[in-house]
């Protein structure tokens, strides 16, 4: 479950690329940004449009801010993001971080951006992220919650039916 509570689908940066025909209504893809400091802040960057018009970075210091899709003149090859913020979730706007140029490796697959420190992130893969920093958590959800909750109190015995009459032995 990603942050804005849709169900994530994580591609690999080749796919990011070629599926953008695809006109899913529950489309989302969603990759991971570390600077290259790699400090304790990281980030990502979301798309629920599958023709990747508009996408939204995500920070670990909960800044949100919008971005609009700046492609060459054929309309094909990403340049880069201008950063928008109409919700005021994004205080690097009026840091200065206004536009970010997006690089690709030779095979075309993202690599990194300038981030709102002014400088270079780069992106990471799923796998990436996890060989990195380990396994991502799974989120815990309210049925999640409540599992955890039945199994911590052992006092009660689950077979007892406590509003009626008591089973034959």
């Not at 600077?35 to 990281?42: D, G, L, Q």
Request: net charge negative; aromatic share 18%; charged share 30%.
């Amino acid at each position: 479950m990603g942050p804005a509570g849709f169900e994530m689908v994580f591609l690999t940066p080749k796919e990011f690329f070629t599926w953008n025909d695809k006109t899913d209504d529950e489309f989302f893809f969603e990759m991971y940004l570390v600077p290259e400091n790699e400090n304790e802040n990281f980030g990502f960057m979301v798309a629920t449009d599958p023709a990747y018009k508009d996408m939204i970075f995500y920070d670990s210091n909960d800044k949100i801010c919008y971005m609009v899709v700046d492609y060459d003149h054929f309309g094909e090859q990403v340049l880069g993001f201008s950063i928008i913020d109409p919700y005021e979730t994004c205080p690097y706007l009026a840091e200065g971080w206004t536009y970010t140029p997006f690089v690709t490796n030779p095979d075309n697959t993202p690599n990194s951006l300038t981030g709102p420190d002014g400088k270079r992130w780069y992106f990471l893969t799923n796998f990436e992220k996890e060989q990195r920093y380990g396994p991502i958590p799974e989120p815990i959800t309210d049925e999640a919650e409540e599992d955890e909750a039945d199994e911590s109190d052992m006092s009660q015995n689950p077979f007892e039916d406590q509003d009626g009459p008591e089973p034959d032995a």
